[in-house]
C-alpha cells in the first residue's frame, strides 16, 4: 500500500507533467528503488541546473574569481621613510671623568708621552673649570630661591655703610642725594609738558639700563626731585637697590648702593622728601632713615610668617607718614600707626576669604578705600565705618563687584579720582568711572591684552601718573618690547556718550629687550622707569 509522501509526490509529478526517467536515478546504485518524492527532488535539481547553464552563471563565476583588482586612481602613496631616533648622549659622572683622565694623565707622563700628556691635562682643567661654575650657579641659585634663606625675619636695623655684599659705603654720598633732591623740591621747577605727544620724545639711553637686584624685581620708586634723579628697586628676596641717576662718577657700578633689608619679596617702595618706606612679604615694614643711617624697622606684624604675609601698603593720608593700610594674603586690611604701636595693628578686618592683591586710598576722598581679592571682586569701603565689636570685626563695604573670571593682579585709583582700573589674569584692563562712591558697572571700558606673565615673571600691575589726571602705564608681551602708555579720555573730550581708554604711546628701543612688568612714573618731569625680572632697570627720559 503506497505511503501518504508517495502519494503526495505522485500527484505533484501528475500536476507539473514530470516524466520520472529512469536517467534521473544516476545515483541510485544498482537495483536500488527510490520514493517519488525523491524523484521529483532529483528532477528539480536537474532542471535548475539547465537554467543556470542557460544564463551562464558559471562563467561569470570563474571570470570574478580570476578578476584583478585595478589600482587606484590618483596619486601613489608614498611610503615614509623611518626617522632614525635621535642620538641621546651617555650621562658619565664628572668626578669619574676627570679621576679617569687623572689615571692617563700620570700613565703618559711615565710613558714619557708629554705632549699627549698636556693635552689630556687642557682636557681635565676644563672639566674641572666647567663643573665649577655649575656648582657655584647651583649655590647662587639655591640662595635667591631656597626657603631656607627666609625662615626666619630681620629684627635688626640695618646700617647703610656696608652693602648687602659686605662692601663700605660713603653714607655721606647718599646723604647728599636725598637732601639735594629734598631743597630742589622747595624751589619751583618748570612745569614739564602733559600733552600725550610728549611721550615720543622719551628715549632710553644705554646708560639709563642697570642691574640693580641680584633676583626678579617686584616694585620700583622715583623720588619726586625734577633734578636729583633718584630709584630704588625691590626684589623677590629681599634685596633693596638705591641708584643715584646722575652720579659724578660714571664708572661701572657707583650710585648703586645695593642693601638686603627684607628677606622676601619688596611688594611696595614708596619715596618722601628724606626717606624710603620699603613693604615686604616678610610682614615688616622699614624706613630709610638718614638720621641714623640705617633701614630702621618701622612694623612687624604680630603673625608668624607661616601665617600670612604684606601684599601691599599705602598711606591713609597724603603727607602724612604714620599711618599706614597694609592688605595681607590671608584677606585681612589692618590699619597701622607707627606712633601707637611697632608690633599691634590699630584694627585687623577681614574683607575677603582670599588674599588681598592691592589697596589703594582714594587721592581727594581719604576715607574711600579701594582694595582688590585676588578671587573674590573689587570693593570699597568707607574708613569711617571701620569698626569691631565684641562678637568680631565688621566692614560692610559701600560696593561690591566681580568684574573679572580670573585671579585679580592690581588696582588703583586715577589722579584726579574719576576712575580706577583693575588687571586680571583673564587678559582684560578694566576701566571704571568713579562718583561719590557710586561705580557705573555697565559703562567699564574694557580692552583686551594679554596679561600671562608665568611663573617666571612678575605680574602686570597698573601705574598711574601723578602728574596727568588719567594716564596709566602697562607692561606688555608683545614683541618687540615696550612699556604701554594709556590715557583715559573724557565723554566730553570725545564727544561720545561714555569715557573710552586709548593707547598713546609705546616706549621702546634698541637697548629694551625684555618684559618690564613693574612700572614707575616720575611724579614731576616726563620719564618712566621699568623693571624686569633680571633685576634690571629701564628709564626712559
Known amino acids: 500500500m503506497p505511503t501518504r509522501s508517495a502519494a503526495k509526490a505522485s500527484s505533484v509529478a501528475e500536476k ?6 529512469p536517467k534521473i536515478s544516476r545515483e541510485n546504485t544498482e537495483s536500488i528503488e527510490i ?22 552563471v558559471a562563467s561569470i563565476k570563474q571570470e570574478a574569481a580570476t578578476a584583478t583588482r585595478p589600482p587606484i586612481s590618483g596619486k601613489a602613496r608614498v611610503k615614509k621613510p623611518a626617522v632614525p631616533a635621535p642620538i641621546v648622549p651617555v650621562r658619565r ?48 641659585y639655591q640662595a635667591g630661591n631656597a626657603s631656607s634663606d627666609r625662615y626666619e625675619r630681620l629684627t635688626e636695623a640695618i646700617p647703610l655703610s656696608t652693602t648687602s655684599d659686605g662692601d663700605d659705603v660713603d653714607v655721606s654720598q647718599i646723604r647728599d642725594a636725598f637732601f639735594t633732591a629734598r631743597d630742589d623740591l622747595q624751589r619751583k621747577a618748570p612745569q ?67 642693601y638686603k633689608p627684607h628677606i622676601s619679596n619688596v611688594t611696595k617702595l614708596d619715596f618722601r622728601p628724606t626717606s624710603l618706606l620699603s613693604t615686604s612679604y ?73 588674599k588681598i592683591a592691592a589697596v589703594d586710598v582714594h587721592p581727594l576722598d581719604e576715607h574711600v578705600i579701594l582694595t582688590a581679592s585676588s578671587k573674590s571682586g573689587i570693593a570699597l569701603h568707607d574708613l569711617r565705618r ?16 566681580t568684574p573679572h573670571s580670573k585671579s585679580i593682579n592690581g588696582v588703583q585709583f586715577a589722579p584726579s579720582g574719576d576712575h580706577f582700573v583693575s588687571v586680571s589674569l583673564d587678559d582684560t584692563i578694566k576701566t571704571w568711572a568713579y562718583n561719590q562712591g557710586d561705580v557705573q558697572q555697565a559703562a567699564a571700558f574694557t580692552i583686551r591684552h594679554n596679561n600671562f606673565t608665568g611663573r617666571w615673571l612678575s605680574t602686570f600691575k597698573p601705574a598711574f601718573d601723578p602728574k596727568r589726571p588719567a594716564t596709566f602705564a602697562m607692561g606688555s608681551m608683545l614683541q618687540p618690547r615696550r612699556i604701554e602708555i594709556y590715557s583715559i579720555q573724557s565723554a ?26 613693574r612700572l614707575a612714573f616720575h611724579p614731576t618731569i616726563n620719564a618712566v622707569l621699568g623693571s624686569n625680572s633680571s633685576g634690571k632697570v629701564h628709564l626712559f627720559r
Open 16 to 21: 507539473s507533467n514530470v516524466s520520472l526517467s
Open 35 to 56: 520514493s517519488n518524492y525523491e524523484k521529483v527532488r532529483l528532477e528539480n535539481i536537474r532542471r535548475n541546473e539547465m537554467f543556470l547553464a542557460e544564463l551562464g
Open 93 to 140: 659622572s664628572s668626578r669619574v671623568t676627570s679621576e679617569k683622565l687623572a689615571s692617563e694623565i700620570k700613565a703618559l707622563q711615565e710613558a714619557g708621552k708629554a705632549d699627549e700628556a698636556e693635552s689630556k691635562q687642557k682636557e681635565l682643567d676644563d672639566l674641572l673649570a666647567t663643573k665649577a661654575a655649575s656648582q657655584s650657579f647651583a649655590e647662587e
Open 192 to 258: 614739564p609738558s602733559l600733552s600725550d605727544s610728549a611721550f615720543a620724545a622719551l628715549s632710553l639711553h644705554p646708560d639709563d639700563v642697570v642691574k640693580l637686584t641680584p633676583q626678579r624685581m617686584t616694585s620700583v620708586a622715583l623720588h619726586p626731585s625734577a633734578s636729583k634723579l633718584l630709584a630704588a628697586g625691590g626684589d623677590k628676596t629681599g634685596a633693596l637697590t638705591l641708584w643715584d641717576v646722575d652720579h659724578a662718577d660714571k664708572s661701572e657700578g657707583s650710585g648703586i648702593y645695593q
Open 282 to 354: 616678610d610682614g615688616t615694614l622699614r624706613l630709610l632713615d638718614l638720621q641714623h643711617d640705617v633701614f630702621s624697622l618701622l612694623f612687624t606684624s604680630p603673625e608668624s610668617l607661616s601665617d600670612m604675609y604684606f601684599t601691599d601698603s599705602c598711606y591713609t593720608h597724603r603727607g602724612r607718614d604714620d599711618t599706614l593700610l597694609v592688605a595681607k594674603s590671608d584677606g585681612h586690611l589692618a590699619l597701622v600707626d607707627t606712633r601707637a604701636s611697632s608690633s599691634v595693628y590699630q584694627f585687623d578686618l577681614q574683607l575677603y576669604d582670599s
Open 386 to 401: 571701620a569698626k569691631t565689636t565684641k562678637s568680631g570685626a565688621s566692614w560692610k563695604p559701600t560696593c561690591h563687584i
Open 492 to 517: 566730553a573730550a570725545t564727544k561720545a556718550k561714555t569715557f573710552t581708554v586709548e593707547l598713546v604711546a609705546n616706549l621702546s628701543g634698541e637697548y629694551l629687550a625684555s618684559v618690564n612688568s
